[in-house]
């Protein structure tokens, strides 16, 4: 299947500072990338849906000056958690769908944060 | 009211026998599409196994198949001879269309056993 990958794997940071998390497809390209939160035990929440060359639509309820989503290219986008606090602290996954098939949606390996 | 409902929070089986995990949807689409979806302790999402509503045959990969059952709007995913690393939590997720985002039920925890 097609690979997305997602970086970094985990990060702990101080609180106030700014975290990027990558999520890259590395062998096609996505129309449409997705970011969810998951907390423990839970499912996927959706936060926001990221379309190249175009402003990210985010949930309802989800910050979009916290987290900025930024589709740079076919292949690449980024969500950067801006002042971070502990509450922030979660599991971050990327999906991407193919841009050929638009059935599967690929997911990265997901981020672990954790704001001290 | 929830669109993916999972009704079994976890679920045991012995090693090497067949185990099925329940999902059910609510959508008024006519086309749509189900996933499932297997996330081991490690986090990643992995991509199991998809049925399109039209598809006229239950999809199958593998040890995987997916009891799907229309009229009943069931997706069950079912693990033929299961092994220990099949221990992991599963989603049953579904893309309606016009929209490009899945909608995940809330999981099953699937605990294989020797």
């Known amino acids: 299947g097609a690979v997305v990958s997602q970086h970094p794997s985990w990060v702990i940071c101080k609180s106030g500072t700014s975290v990027k998390i990558e999520c890259r497809s590395l062998d096609f390209q996505a129309t449409t990338m997705f970011w969810y939160r998951q907390f423990p035990k839970q499912s996927l929440m959706l936060m926001a849906t990221?379309?190249?060359?175009?402003?990210?639509?985010?949930e309802q309820g989800v910050e979009k000056d916290k987290f900025l989503i930024n589709h740079a290219s076919l292949t690449l986008s980024t969500l950067t958690v801006t002042s971070a606090h502990p509450e922030d602290s979660s599991f971050y996954i990327c999906?991407?769908?193919?841009?050929?098939?638009?059935?599967?949606?690929?997911f990265g390996q997901g981020t672990r944060l954790t704001v001290v | 009211a929830q669109k993916i409902t999972q009704t079994q929070p976890g679920m045991f089986v012995q090693e090497k026998e067949a185990v099925t995990l329940d999902c059910t949807y609510d959508?008024?689409?006519?086309?749509?599409?189900l996933f499932w979806y297997k996330q081991p302790s490690s986090g990643e999402m992995i991509f199991l196994i998809y049925?399109?509503?039209?598809?006229?045959q239950n999809a199958t990969e593998g040890r995987y198949s997916l009891n799907f059952q229309k009229a009943r709007k069931s997706a069950n995913l079912v693990i033929s001879a299961s092994q220990l690393g099949d221990s992991a939590m599963y989603f049953c997720?579904?893309?309606?269309?016009?929209?490009?985002?899945?909608?995940f039920g809330k999981g099953t925890m699937l605990l294989v056993s020797p």
């Open positions: 990221s379309n190249e060359g175009s402003k990210a639509t985010y």
């Open positions: 959508t008024s689409d006519q086309s749509y599409g």
């Open positions: 999906s991407a769908i193919h841009r050929g098939t638009g059935t599967e949606a690929f």
């Open positions: 997720a579904m893309r309606e269309v016009g929209y490009s985002t899945l909608t």
């Open positions: 049925q399109g509503s039209y598809d006229e």
